[in-house]
């Protein structure tokens, strides 16, 4: 595998895991595999481990590492398509400390720069002093979560984006399967609430001059009143991304993005039920291709063509 495919594979496995798509170690599989299917994974024995160990498979190193929070999903929603802009490894801390996991891949990647996602809320001080150790750190963080989601994004498309993926403030599983998609399509996310279009989400999409914006979920994530306040400031054509329930949005994510060269022949599934419990790696790659599926315990029925 090349280096830049190894790049490209460790940010889409980044990710995945960082958003959860990978259960923990110990987890019980249920049900049976599937015959003929042939199942990899990579894991650890928490979520950072996971994270590493993902990082580690595919980087022999890397000049900039992203560090997120290891317990709050929009920092790692936001952060995977960043990531993937910059080829980069996602790395997790946990509250106050930086596990010792991710220490020992920071120590064996040796990057020259760490981009902590999240403000001191969410990754203190304390754990910046600790990165500091092995490399330049600099922090992208706004005054709320909304706020830091739009500066990643304008952090990694300072000129502007052609499309922009709107997810709910509210849960992840929507959000999960279009972090996905949006690094696929070189494209950021950026926060929403239910009904309610933010101001820094405002002003982060007159910055970016989308000419598409694609709303993940349903109307029960993201309400149509936000599709017509995006009027108000983007002239971006607006479309929808979502089913009847979360799984059926991430069918509909997927089979959107199956156009842009995506290689079905490696899908990564995961679980809709709880998001700390499914950190893996949230990144994408335009050469090597692995789409998203979050799914309850089971596999849902198969739907109609």
């Keep these: 595998m ?55 498979a595919a980087f022999e190193r890397s000049d900039t590492v ?28 946990d ?45 992208i963080a706004g005054d709320n979560v909304v706020d830091t989601v739009a500066r990643i994004a304008l952090d990694g498309w300072p000129d502007g984006a052609d499309t922009v993926y709107l997810a709910t403030a509210q849960d992840f599983p929507d959000a999960l399967a279009g972090g996905v998609a949006a690094a696929i399509d070189d494209a950021p996310i950026l926060l929403v609430q239910r009904d309610y279009l933010p101001p820094e989400t405002a002003a982060a999409l007159r910055q970016l001059g989308p000419s598409h914006v694609r709303l993940l979920g349903g109307n029960a994530a993201i309400t149509d009143g936000v599709a017509l ?15 009847s329930t979360r799984i059926h949005t991430a069918v509909e994510v997927n ?19 709880n998001f700390p419990r499914r950190h893996g790696r949230h990144a994408s790659s335009r050469r090597v291709r692995r789409r998203a599926a979050a799914h309850p315990p089971r596999l849902p029925a198969p739907r109609g063509p």
């Design 2 to 56: 090349s280096n830049s495919r190894s790049r490209r594979l460790a940010t889409i496995l980044a990710l995945v895991s960082l958003l959860g798509l990978l259960p923990p170690a110990g987890a019980q599989e249920p049900g049976t595999p599937q015959p003929g299917l042939p199942t990899e994974r990579l894991q650890g024995d928490s979520r950072f481990g996971t994270a590493a160990a993902v990082a580690r």
């Design 66 to 93: 992203y560090v997120a929070p290891g317990g709050a999903f929009a920092f790692a929603l936001a952060g995977g398509p960043r990531a993937h802009r910059a080829a980069a490894p996602i790395l997790l801390t």
């Design 95 to 139: 509250g106050p400390t930086v596990p010792d996991a991710t220490i020992q891949e920071l120590q064996r990647l040796q990057p020259h720069e760490i981009a902590v996602l999240g403000g001191v809320d969410v990754v203190p001080e304390e754990v910046v002093t600790t990165l500091a150790g092995f490399g330049t750190v600099r922090r």
């Design 229 to 243: 306040q995006l009027g108000e400031v983007t002239d971006a054509v607006p479309g929808r991304l979502g089913g």
């Design 255 to 273: 089979t959107a993005v199956r156009p842009s060269g995506l290689d079905v022949a490696n899908v990564w599934i995961a679980t809709a039920e």
